[in-house]
């Protein structure tokens, strides 16, 4: 995993050979903002798994910070119990500053515990903005985390979380206004036009109430979570998001890869024709044609 947040050189030899070595874990994505008990529910959630056995996996993974910040040291804190269990791998991950970000990093860090044979891999996100949607949105469930006096319903529309969420959980459920929150969410989940409607494979997520810390509503939540793993197998949807992810993750490497060499092979030109460009005198779709044509020709495959 360290390899592969450092972006490491040695990356596409550990990639290949984990071929055939992954067998498909469940990944299950938590986001919302900051305070709502992620993290407190990560760790009530790694307690329900363990007690049927599965090893789990838990990434912290920041898109947007460079620096492991106090919230992840608040997480260490709040799954501190399963710190000696030699079944859970509990690891935060932050953005170098590599091209791509960790919505790249991701996909690469869960096919490394796949295949280190973790059953379950939970994935907090810290923040909140597009891209900890972005990275939520690689599991394939999907856990968006509310609670009272936290940031409402309305404030989640507005963030785009509505339409990542497979679950949504109310935490906090012991606070005053958690029913309120319940019902500003259901209304919303009811008009919400992002949402499909339900149909003979639709799926309605469903608002599950949760006091983390006591590890309350968390039977419910994992059966919320069960459901929603059983619906994706036999809609076909697993399948098919799966195929979607692989494909994004195969073409931004294919790009990153391809604007690097063409870097490499353009060198100082690259000045010249950002200057060019920003002064008006050439296109960018002409500059972009000099990338295309500049790029090293490499041995088809
Ligand atoms: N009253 C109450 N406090 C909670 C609950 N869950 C978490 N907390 C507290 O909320 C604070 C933030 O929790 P944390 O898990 O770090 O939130 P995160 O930033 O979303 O990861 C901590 O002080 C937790 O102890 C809950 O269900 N009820
Ligand atoms: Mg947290």
């Not at 404030?155 to 990542?164: D, M, N, R």
């Amino acid at each position: 995993v360290s390899l592969v947040e450092n972006a490491s050189p040695q990356l596409p030899d550990v990639m290949a050979a984990l071929v055939g070595h992954t067998t498909g874990a469940r990944t299950v994505g938590v986001t919302g903002a900051p305070g709502v008990g992620k993290s407190t529910l990560v760790g009530a959630l790694v307690s329900s798994f363990r007690r049927r056995r599965a090893r789990v996996g838990v990434l912290a993974v920041d898109p947007t910070s460079p620096f492991s910040g106090g919230a992840v040291l608040g997480d260490r804190v709040r799954m501190q119990e399963h710190a000696l269990d030699p079944d859970v791998f509990i690891r935060s991950m932050a953005s170098r500053g590599h091209l791509g970000g960790l919505a790249w990093a991701t996909p690469q860090a869960l096919r490394v515990l796949d295949a280190a044979g973790f059953d379950v891999v939970l994935i907090e996100t810290v923040g909140v903005g597009q891209s900890e949607v972005e990275v939520a949105g690689l599991a394939d469930t999907t856990l968006v985390t509310l609670a009272p006096g936290m940031g409402d319903g309305i404030q989640a529309a507005k963030a785009g979380i509505l339409e990542v969420g497979d679950v949504f959980v109310v935490n906090k459920a012991d606070r005053e206004g958690a029913n309120q929150v319940v019902r500003d969410l259901s209304a919303m989940l009811r008009s919400a036009p992002t949402v499909p409607a339900p149909d003979s494979f639709g799926w309605t997520p469903p608002v599950v109430r949760t006091v983390a810390h006591r590890a309350e509503g968390l039977d419910a939540l994992v059966g919320a979570i069960d459901e929603h793993a059983d619906w994706l197998v036999s809609s076909g949807r697993l399948a098919d998001r799966r195929r979607k992810q692989a494909l994004d993750e195969v073409e931004a490497l294919a790009a990153a890869q391809f604007v690097e060499q063409a870097r490499v092979a353009l060198g100082a030109d690259r000045e010249e024709l950002a200057e060019r460009v920003a002064t008006g005198r050439l296109d960018p779709y002409t500059a972009a044609d000099r990338y295309l044509a500049a790029r090293r020709p490499t041995e088809s495959v």
